[in-house]
């Protein structure tokens, strides 16, 4: 299994400019993630999904779309990206709390951006 | 004030010292997680506790409810172990969903 992977790796953008991350995950997890990572902030919810179609903003949330149309995906959309989104931007997954497995998250190795 | 602090912030030891780091939290949770994080940047779950304790080879991780407060404890330490440590605790955010707030992280360096 590959577990979460994230796509592209490196990205740099220029201020105005869209993009799409995309994070995928072969696990069957319900819960999927999006965190950016600052130095000296540690890493904060940008928004998350409980299923296939729903999704909701975490602590976050301006600036960026999702869309969890597929199970396995959640796209993080950037729509005019400014500098203040240069980041570090995780993907995890996992079961829902109460489940029989343990509501450990999986994370995917990141995907650096650099809005110039 | 943040949800989730940790301490130290930076530590340096020499291989083969017993190492604790120590979350304090302010709110109530379901479950607290101690995370890893290589220089490479990937992000790996070590353990996952609601109550008690959990050893997993060298690494040991209590929790104390009633004080809100956590530690990991690295025994036997090894270069390799040299990382960024992060707790963070699962709270429910209402509408059937959960999420993980995340303290600043611990950055541990084992010198041989």
């Known amino acids: 299994n590959a577990g979460v992977t994230q796509t592209p790796k490196f990205r740099v953008l220029k201020t105005g400019q869209s993009m799409t991350l995309l994070c995928a995950q072969d696990?069957?997890?319900?819960?999927m993630y999006w965190y950016r990572q600052d130095p000296g902030m540690g890493l904060r919810l940008i928004h998350y999904?409980?299923?296939?179609?729903?999704?909701a903003k975490g602590e976050v949330p301006d600036g960026y779309n999702v869309s969890r149309l597929k199970k396995q995906n959640f796209l993080l959309g950037l729509e005019s990206a400014a500098p203040s989104q240069t980041s570090v931007y995780f993907c995890?997954?996992?079961?829902?709390?109460?489940?029989?497995?343990?509501?450990?998250?999986?994370f995917g190795p990141g995907t650096r951006l650099t809005v110039t | 004030k943040n949800e989730v602090e940790q301490s130290p912030q930076n530590l340096t030891a020499q291989e083969g010292e017993f190492i604790t780091i120590n979350c304090s939290y302010s709110?109530?949770?379901?479950?607290l997680h101690w995370l890893q994080q290589h220089p490479g940047g990937g992000i790996v779950s070590l353990f996952m506790?609601?109550?008690g304790k959990k050893k997993h080879g060298r690494l040991i991780a209590t929790i104390n409810i009633q004080e809100k407060h956590s530690s990991l404890h690295i025994t036997a330490s090894h270069p390799r172990d040299s990382a960024v440590y992060i707790c963070a605790v699962l709270t429910y955010r209402g509408g059937g969903a959960d999420g993980l707030t995340f303290g600043k992280g611990t950055h541990l360096i084992i010198q041989p």
């Open positions: 995890a997954s996992s079961y829902p709390l109460g489940t029989a497995s343990s509501y450990e998250q999986y």
């Open positions: 709110v109530g949770i379901s479950a």
């Open positions: 696990m069957n997890h319900e819960y």
């Open positions: 999904s409980v299923g296939e179609g729903t999704t």
């Open positions: 506790l609601s109550s």
